[in-house]
């Protein structure tokens, strides 16, 4: 399937698996991620996750399968390469510099990006820092503002409440200028007000921004308030895909996650997610 044009930002797993030893984290898994959608990948706690998400960025090498972007095959390739690619993550436990400030952190995500590098810099310091300024004028214009994160820009990261510092790692994550957004459980620790705010921006990326994004996550409110497809995975396998009215409907769904057949009590759950201040 290759329809879509080369920038648009398709994602596709076919039959991957992945073992550590004998265990079987995940087992034939095929899904798609639409160009400019919001797909999410949820599943019990060790229902392999992490494991998938791992695989599409590069950090884990699955024994079979392929992960195909745009149609072209990039299992071989490592984290670096996907991230020139246009691949960037952010992760679950935050992973920034605590002791630079918002701007440096957010910079330092384009580094990879950039023509000159340290040594270059030193060399040719004039067009050195016609990039870096250049850089600069576009993360604050682009993101900062974006993101409404302009009062703390700059702050050190560790002086910063937790539901910004997650913001901070999405404006990192944009300034790669990704064509595939990985968010890993973007709203775990949050509070509800904090959850709001990364959803709604998590739809501002999608709709201004047009970017892929794939996310894990367990706010099962969220997840079914703002995504446009809902992967499940159970002991490795993908146990039903679809809409999201779709997914809360399925009886293997909510067996996976209740231990019972019962759509009505899923619902319930999730709204009480929902609902939950
Ligand atoms: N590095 C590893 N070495 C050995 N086993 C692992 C490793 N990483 C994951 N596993 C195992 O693979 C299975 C899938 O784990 P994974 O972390 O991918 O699940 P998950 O869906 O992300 O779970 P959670 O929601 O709890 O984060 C589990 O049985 C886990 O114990």
Redesign the pocket.
């Known amino acids: 399937m290759n329809e879509a044009p080369r920038e648009a930002g398709r994602l596709e797993v076919q039959g991957l698996s992945l073992s ?2 004998g ?1 079987k ?2 087992r034939d898994v095929s899904f798609a991620v639409e160009a400019g959608s919001i797909t999410a990948l949820i ?12 695989c599409i960025s590069g950090f884990y090498r699955p024994q079979q399968g392929r992960i195909l972007f745009d149609g072209e095959n990039v299992t071989a390739r490592h984290a670096p390469a996907r991230a020139k690619l246009g691949f960037a993550r952010t992760f ?1 436990n935050i992973a920034l510099f605590r002791g630079m400030t918002v701007l440096d952190n957010i910079k330092l995500g384009r580094h990879a990006h950039m023509k000159s590098n340290a040594l270059q810099a030193l060399a040719y310091w004039g067009a050195a820092r016609r990039e870096e300024i250049a850089l600069r004028e576009e993360i604050e214009k682009r993101i900062i503002d974006f993101l409404e994160i302009n009062h703390i820009r700059h702050m050190p990261v560790g002086s910063l409440p937790y539901g910004l510092q997650k913001r901070v790692e999405l404006a990192r994550a944009l300034a790669m200028k990704p064509r595939i957004l990985l968010l890993d459980e973007p709203v775990a620790g949050m509070n509800r007000e904090e959850t709001e705010d990364m959803a709604r921006f998590i739809l501002d990326v999608k709709e201004e921004w047009g970017t892929t994004i794939l996310m ?1 996550e ?1 706010d099962m409110g969220m997840v079914m308030d703002i995504s446009d497809h809902v992967v499940v ?1 159970n002991f ?1 396998q993908v146990i039903a895909q679809g809409l999201p009215s779709e997914v809360q409907a399925d009886p293997r769904v909510v067996e996976a996650y209740l231990g019972s057949g019962d759509p009505a009590a899923l619902m319930k759950r999730i709204n009480e997610t929902q609902e939950a201040a």
């Not at 599943?43 to 791992?54: L, V």
């Open positions: 550590f030893g265990l984290a995940l599943g019990p706690n060790g229902a392999g996750k992490t494991s998938m998400f791992n679950q894990v367990h995975l490795g």
